[in-house]
């Protein structure tokens, strides 16, 4: 509806110059509106106060002022659409790289789901063979009370120069 009350006053207010009366002003607009459409709008409008008192070709500062509202509406309606189907183009084309990749992507994956799985496997699996040189508590413990022998025993520089192994003799 607001596209043809724009339509309406927009081709009203380009040719208020010509004074043209209702009949002629319909054969300007008929090719959007038929006969019982236009009288319907132009008595609608013309009760809302959008002509001027005293001819209604003319129209007035309301009718002038609702046109330019009904101008930006309208500008901005476009602009919207234009935003949505500029948008819709590019999640289409997003689509169509998603639907081309997926697979590729999918068997990498999968590889590597597999490939990780057994690779687990042989991990556990190789878990429970027992190295056959792993050392007990005790062996370590004796090699450490040897190190720690080897530590005590070195030489330290004394006036008489004698180690202290010699000293526990």
Do not use: C
Request: positive net charge; aromatic residues 14%.
């Amino acid at each position: 509806m607001e596209k043809q009350t724009y339509f309406f006053l927009k081709t009203k207010f380009e040719n208020q110059e010509l004074n043209k009366d209702d009949t002629e002003f319909f054969e300007l607009v008929k090719n959007r509106f038929n006969w019982k459409e236009y009288m319907s709008l132009l008595t609608e409008l013309g009760n809302k106060g959008f002509f001027s008192e005293r001819n209604r070709s003319f129209l007035s500062e309301y009718g002038k002022s609702i046109l330019n509202e009904l101008e930006l509406k309208i500008l901005q309606q476009e602009k919207d659409e234009q935003a949505e189907r500029f948008k819709l183009h590019n999640e289409s084309i997003m689509s169509g790289w998603k639907r081309k990749t997926f697979w590729y992507i999918f068997a990498l994956g999968l590889f590597g789901g597999i490939y990780s799985a057994y690779d687990l496997f042989n991990k556990i699996t190789s878990s429970k063979e027992v190295p056959i040189e792993q050392i007990t508590k005790q062996e370590m413990e004796g090699e450490l009370s040897k190190l720690r022998t080897l530590i005590l025993t070195q030489k330290k520089k004394d006036s008489l120069k004698i180690s202290n192994s010699e000293l526990n003799k």
